[in-house]
């Protein structure tokens, strides 16, 4: 079946604008997760989602970050207000139930590389 | 913040010799997963370890958990050119309430030459 694809899989921009990044998990999945990866580091807990509510919120960087989940499947994530420390890879996961403790393997799409020019 | 550290940061090894990747990670955890990524792009999850295993196997994988001094190795036995990738430990760490996000170390890079 079809995996996690994630839209634009490359995104050039410049600073002080607004940006789109899309996700489409696994169909069934209800745990969606975003992370961001930076050149040379591994990758970051942005926010998650249980269904269609944003159940931890707590790595977004700061308020010019959100993420919706409207119909419990498609994520998109915004960035407002670009800067330049914005650029890296973000990557999106999916897991079949998600929540605490669980096992669940997070099944990792190709990533949208940002740049913020 | 990363949750731990992997040594080494880079690794070059001759096709057909192992590989072992180390990581140490900060608080108690729920289980560690092991990672590889191509090219810093997408990541394939390789295997997970729970909290309580000490060991496990998946083909030419080998990973051993020591909870006690907070530290996981993975081992790639006679290892492949195709092996040559960013290979990630990630924990799922118990404090957590909300999910179960995973906090990655800083990779090791390994290259497998023919």
């Known amino acids: 079946g079809a995996g996690v694809s994630q839209t634009p899989s490359n995104k050039v921009t410049e600073k002080g604008k607004y940006v789109e990044l899309r996700c489409d998990p696994i169909s069934g999945h209800t745990a969606l997760y975003w992370y961001r990866q930076s050149l040379g580091q591994g990758p970051e807990f942005l926010i998650y989602f249980q269904g269609t509510g944003a159940a931890d919120d707590s790595g977004l960087p700061n308020d010019r970050f959100f993420a919706v989940r409207p119909e419990g499947s498609v994520s998109t994530l915004k960035i407002q207000r670009t800067e330049r420390g914005d650029s890296a890879v973000y990557l999106c996961?999916?897991?079949?139930?998600?929540?605490?403790?669980?096992?669940?393997?997070?099944?990792f799409g190709p990533g949208t590389r940002l740049t913020v020019l | 913040s990363q949750q731990g550290e992997e040594d080494p940061q880079a690794l070059s090894i001759q096709e057909g010799e192992n590989a072992t990747m180390n990581c140490s990670y900060k608080t108690s955890i729920n289980n560690l997963q092991w990672y590889r990524q191509n090219s810093g792009r997408g990541l394939v999850h390789l295997i997970l370890?729970?909290?309580?295993?000490r060991e496990k196997h998946s083909g030419r994988l080998r990973v051993t958990l020591d909870t006690s001094k907070k530290s996981s190795s993975l081992l790639i036995t006679a290892s492949r050119a195709a092996d040559t990738a960013s290979y990630f430990c990630a924990t799922d760490q118990d404090w957590n309430n909300a999910g179960n996000m995973l906090t990655f170390g800083g990779g090791t890079r390994l290259m497998v030459k023919p």
């Open positions: 996961a999916s897991s079949p139930k998600g929540g605490r403790a669980s096992t669940d393997t997070q099944y």
């Open positions: 370890i729970r909290s309580n295993e």
